[in-house]
Nanobody, 124 residues
Framework: QVQLVESGGGLVQPGGSLRLSCAAS????????VGWFRQAPGKERDGVSC????????MYLDSVKGRFTISRDNAKNTVYLQMNSLKPEDTATYYC?????????????????WGQGTQVTVSS
């Protein structure tokens, strides 16, 4: 059974850091591009970052460039999103998603498999 499970969300003060994890089961992540998305209440879902299957290609939403870093650990079949200097506007539910594609990635999609999401709240 193909499954993606996000973890690492929580409540953090502005300026703080969190590391989100996306653990895959039922398939091998190293053949897939991976994306992180977020959706705040009443807003559309945004692509935050993506990483190609080779890890040679990365993309970031302009508002998170220099603060967020996407990475993958193929041995653990897990993708991470390190989030630093968090701001209240980063508050959202964060989702990871995967697609088997050529060596590239997209902040738009389409993506085939999605996790259930993890909540990130940035507030003092």
């Amino acid at each position: 059974q193909v499954q993606l499970v996000e973890s690492g969300g929580g409540l953090v003060q502005p300026g703080g850091s969190l590391r989100l994890s996306c653990a895959a089961s039922g398939f091998t992540l190293d053949s897939y591009s991976v994306g992180w998305f977020r959706q705040a209440p009443g807003k559309e879902r945004d692509g935050v970052s993506c990483l190609s299957k080779s890890a040679r290609v990365t993309m970031y939403l302009d508002s998170v460039k220099g603060r967020f870093t996407i990475s993958r650990d193929n041995a653990k079949n897990t993708v991470y999103l390190q989030m630093n200097s968090l701001k209240p506007e980063d508050t959202a539910t964060y989702y990871c998603a995967t697609v088997q594609t050529a060596d590239g990635c997209s902040l738009v999609g389409p993506y085939d498999y999605w996790g259930q999401g993890t909540q990130v709240t940035v507030s003092s």
